[in-house]
């Protein structure tokens, strides 16, 4: 098993740029997050799609977009992007909502 | 409202001693879960373990131990004679209230940043 696999690990783009950060799960999980992690503030939540077919705004979505394409995927997208997009970004998956967390690899975004 | 909070930013230790990490949480709900994770410097996020709200015995996993008491809110992690491979960012989270049904998300405290110094 793989568990969550991100892509790409590294990225970098130029201010306005767009991108797409792809996410997978092969546990059979019902539920899962983007966060951000940036110096000093920990884990921001994102988006979250608590099961198939739905959607939902975490704590900083602005900016960002995220489609759950079936159980398996859920990506997250950047349709212009900001220097202050730059961070680390990781996916996440759970059994259901508030469940144990498992974590992809992360992907490192830097924005010029 | 529901917090985390990891008082200690930093904590910087000799290898073979024990360091205890402190976690306090705040939550209304009588049935949450605990958390903590692992962040090494490579990056990945490795979940250590999970508490249920009605399980206060204290959890003992080699050199990790755990304890929880719920009456001053609290889930403390202690490293007993850490090593240099200790070294990492260890995070607390809580699970959001129940009645959240399956839109909980995991509340997370900031982060202790643990140097193990050889």
């Known amino acids: 098993n793989a568990g969550v696999t991100q892509t790409p690990k590294f990225q970098v783009l130029k201010t306005g740029q767009s991108m797409t950060l792809q996410c997978a799960q092969d546990?059979?999980?019902?539920?899962m997050y983007w966060y951000r992690q940036d110096p000093g503030m920990g884990l921001r939540l994102i988006y979250y799609s608590a099961s198939e077919g739905t959607t939902d705004k975490g704590e900083v979505p602005n900016g960002y977009n995220v489609s759950r394409l079936n159980k398996r995927e859920f990506s997250l997208r950047l349709e212009s992007a900001a220097p202050s997009q730059t961070s680390v970004y990781f996916c996440?998956?759970?059994?259901?909502?508030?469940?144990?967390?498992?974590f992809g690899p992360g992907t490192r975004l830097l924005v010029l | 409202a529901q917090k985390v909070t990891q008082a200690q930013t930093e904590i910087s230790v000799v290898e073979k001693e024990d360091v205890t990490l402190d976690c306090v949480y705040e939550?209304?709900?009588?049935?949450?879960?605990l958390f903590w994770y692992k962040q090494p410097p490579s990056g990945e996020l490795v979940f250590l373990i999970r508490?249920?709200?009605?399980d206060e015995q204290n959890e003992i996993s080699g050199r990790y131990s755990w304890n929880f008491q719920k009456s001053t809110s609290s889930f403390n992690f202690t490293i007993t004679a850490s090593q240099v491979v200790d070294s990492a960012v260890y995070f607390c989270a809580l699970s959001e209230a129940w009645y959240a049904g399956n839109n909980r998300k995991l509340i997370w405290g900031l982060g202790t940043s643990l140097a193990v110094n050889p």
């Open positions: 508490r249920n709200s009605f």
């Open positions: 996440a998956s759970s059994s259901q909502g508030g469940e144990t967390q498992y």
């Open positions: 939550t209304r709900d009588t049935t949450y879960y």
């Open positions: 546990m059979n999980h019902n539920s």
